[in-house]
């Protein structure tokens, strides 16, 4: 069966520190991956999207980039962390034709 | 670019019938689909609709009207445990990509 795993659950790091998440994906081949942020009590924005390994869109200019270094690979990065990082980002996936997206359990990052 | 509307938030009571609407404004618009999101959680799927009309599932239906670029989420028996936040998200042709709502705050009470 197909499964997402993303990590960590939750995070605190102070400004101007680098960040990485990361995300994987189990039981499918050539997934479509997404990174949502959304903020408290708001709707989920679009950051990046990835049809294949190496291939990122982005889909708002922001402080964070995103990388697959793998097929089943995501990863969110930042060098410098802003308080406006501050969130809950999710991975998500999806194959070409799918109807749905599939969400990792998110990260609540607190950028202090 | 893409915009979706959908109210803040709707009161109802258990065992009641609400409906959650949906209005979007997009360009490359392939369906819309529906998630729950319970405080906390990640979002999980409800239903999709890429053609006009309605869609059943159990006690969820969803319904589409390309032409209006409006649908919604009708929550029949409403139960405690369906207390969440309701999200309308467009699946865009390209890249398959899904936009979403703002979110709805769905407050069932006893």
């Known amino acids: 069966s197909q499964t997402i795993h993303q990590w960590p659950a939750t995070l605190v790091q102070p400004v101007g520190s680098p960040l990485s998440l990361e995300c994987t994906v189990e039981?499918?081949?050539?997934?479509?991956l997404y990174w949502y942020r959304q903020a408290a009590g708001r709707g989920l924005q679009l950051l990046f999207y990835?049809?294949?390994?190496?291939?990122i869109s982005s889909e708002v200019p922001q402080n964070l980039s995103a990388s697959r270094p793998q097929d089943r690979q995501f990863i969110l990065s930042s060098k410098k962390l802003l308080l406006s990082d501050s969130g809950f980002y999710l991975c998500?996936?999806?194959?070409?034709?799918?109807?749905?997206?599939?969400f990792g359990q998110g990260t609540r990052l607190t950028v202090v | 670019g893409q915009s979706l509307e959908q109210p803040s938030e709707v009161t109802a009571v258990e065992g009641a019938i609400v409906q959650i609407n949906c209005t979007y404004q997009t360009s490359g618009f392939y369906g819309l689909s529906w998630y729950q999101q319970h405080d906390g959680g990640a979002p999980t799927f409800l239903s999709y609709n890429a053609l006009d009309g309605l869609e059943e599932t159990g006690r969820f239906s969803s319904f589409l009207s390309r032409s209006d670029s409006y649908g919604y989420l009708l929550l029949q028996e409403l139960q405690m445990k369906d207390s969440a936040s309701y999200f309308c998200?467009?699946?865009?042709?390209?890249?398959?990509?899904?936009?979403f709502g703002s979110g709805t705050k769905l407050n069932v009470k006893p």
């Open positions: 998200a467009v699946r865009h042709y390209n890249f398959n990509k899904f936009y």
């Open positions: 998500a996936f999806g194959t070409l034709g799918d109807t749905e997206a599939f």
């Open positions: 039981g499918t081949s050539n997934p479509n």
């Open positions: 990835s049809v294949g390994i190496g291939q």
